[in-house]
């Protein structure tokens, strides 16, 4: 160590003996020399200023002159930290601001969200010494803070869309281990105001599919690969608004509406949508999302359909039936008409759908796209009690 800092070798003879003479007790070890401090030194406060001692006597002017290679090498961004990075400025990009939220919540946070008594975010771990009282517990969920937060902003006044992000960590206290578990996740908070595209455009509110194309967007611009279905919606959620973002068999997370109820109990008086994501989900689906492929050289196929749907089957149901059935030729699954009403049996609701189908093998025949077509037909038939629209309807 002492070579390696001043450039030349000091025996150890002589560091005990350059020691001895300073006064400070110093004897060999297996490892080297071990040194104790003098209660009269009160400047050896570390091992380079022993080391220090020992050059000034050793003389200065006996040692190299030469420069040493530096003892610190520059630091590098793990891949982790780099996607956090790039998914703070993506979501920023977005319109969303950052908000920095405390690692604290209310005692009785659990209930004010309504959540079941299963739930892991029931599993809290208590502060010996909280900051703020009646916050004395590590928060299991940003929920409550986030609703608040756009309760905050719009009784100071802000009329426009609030758009709010946090990444931060939550506590969930496990019962087997001394440490809790630690996730980070990202939340997203909608509310107010919709953006109009044009001067002409209707106000209204921000609603879930709004919520839904920023999630998709921000997916898209980070090369995370994801499909969407119906979720359960459990308390804090408002019934029928909960969507789930999946990566393979992996929850990414969902977004909802906060139920009626949990924003009287929170006191929040606008309708908030919020997201809630596993960062470590993200990042681990990241890493499969950024694959390119070559354009195939053959054109399209294109079909247009005009299903007959029971209104409760969700577009997401819909396409995850076709990406199943159809693989890896879909290009593209579009809904390009909604309607309602007319010759259509009530509660019953036709859709306009596209499909855009491409091999990179060679050009489709329409033989092979009819039995395709009729494959996922009668999947659609047995799985959602989806059929083609005809002229009886």
Same mark, same amino acid.
Not at 98 to 118: H, R, V
Not at 160 to 177: E, H, K, Y
């Given at each position: 160590r002492v070579q390696r800092l001043v450039g030349t070798e000091i025996g150890q003879d002589e560091i005990l003996s350059i020691l001895k003479g300073l006064q400070i007790p110093a004897h060999l070890t297996d490892d080297g020399v071990e040194v104790r401090s003098p209660s009269f030194?009160?400047?050896?406060?570390?091992?380079? %200023?022993?080391?220090?001692?020992?050059?000034? #006597?050793?003389? =200065?002017?006996?040692l190299p002159e030469?420069?040493?290679?530096?003892?610190?090498t520059p630091g590098r961004r793990t891949a982790a930290e780099r996607f956090m990075r790039e998914l703070r400025v993506a979501t920023a990009h977005?319109?969303?601001?950052?908000?920095?939220?405390?690692?604290?919540? /209310? %005692?009785?946070?659990?209930?004010? #969200?309504?959540?079941?008594?299963? %739930?892991?975010?029931?599993?809290t771990l208590a502060v010996l010494n909280p900051v703020v009282q009646g916050e004395g517990t590590l928060k299991t969920s940003a929920i409550g803070e986030m609703a608040r937060t756009v309760e905050r902003n719009r009784r100071r006044g802000l009329t426009?869309?609030?758009?709010?992000?946090?990444?931060?960590?939550? =506590?969930?206290?496990?019962?087997?281990? /001394?440490?809790p578990d630690e996730p980070l996740q990202l939340m997203l908070a909608f509310s107010g105001p919709c953006d109009g595209l044009h001067f002409d455009a209707p106000e209204r509110e921000l609603d879930l599919y709004d919520a839904i194309g920023e999630v998709e967007g921000l997916f898209e611009q980070l090369h995370i690969p994801f499909t969407r279905r119906q979720g359960q919606a459990t308390a804090p959620w408002r019934e029928g608004s909960v969507v789930e973002f999946m990566s393979g068999d992996q929850l990414l997370g969902r977004v909802g509406e906060l139920a009626p109820a949990v924003r009287r109990a929170l006191d929040v008086q606008p309708a908030v949508l919020l997201g809630e994501f596993d960062f470590a989900a993200?990042?681990?689906?990241?890493?499969t999302g950024q694959q390119w492929a070559a354009f195939s050289a053959f054109p399209p196929v294109r079909r247009d359909l005009s299903l007959v749907a029971p209104?409760?089957?969700?577009? /997401?149901?819909?396409?995850?039936?076709? /990406?199943?059935?159809?693989?890896?030729?879909?290009?593209?699954?579009?809904? =390009? %008409?909604?309607?309602?009403?007319?010759?259509?049996?009530?509660?019953s609701v036709a859709l306009g759908v596209r499909l855009s189908l491409r091999s990179t093998k060679g050009t489709l025949k329409d033989a092979r796209v009819d039995r395709l077509v009729a494959k996922l037909l009668d999947d659609l038939q047995s799985t959602h009690a989806i059929r083609l629209r005809t002229g009886a309807a």
């Open positions: 030194r009160h400047d050896l406060l570390v091992e380079v %200023d022993v080391i220090e001692e020992i050059a000034r #006597l050793h003389g =200065f002017d006996r030469q420069a040493r290679p530096p003892m610190v977005r319109g969303f601001h950052e908000i920095l939220g405390s690692s604290f919540m /209310a %005692d009785n946070e659990p209930d004010t #969200l309504g959540l079941p008594p299963k %739930d892991a975010r029931r599993q426009g869309p609030i758009r709010l992000f946090q990444i931060s960590r939550c =506590f969930i206290s496990q019962p087997d281990t /001394a440490l993200l990042f681990a689906a990241r890493g209104q409760g089957v969700s577009w /997401a149901a819909v396409q995850e039936r076709v /990406a199943e059935v159809v693989g890896d030729i879909l290009e593209s699954c579009e809904l =390009f %008409d909604v309607f309602e009403g007319g010759d259509l049996t009530a509660g």
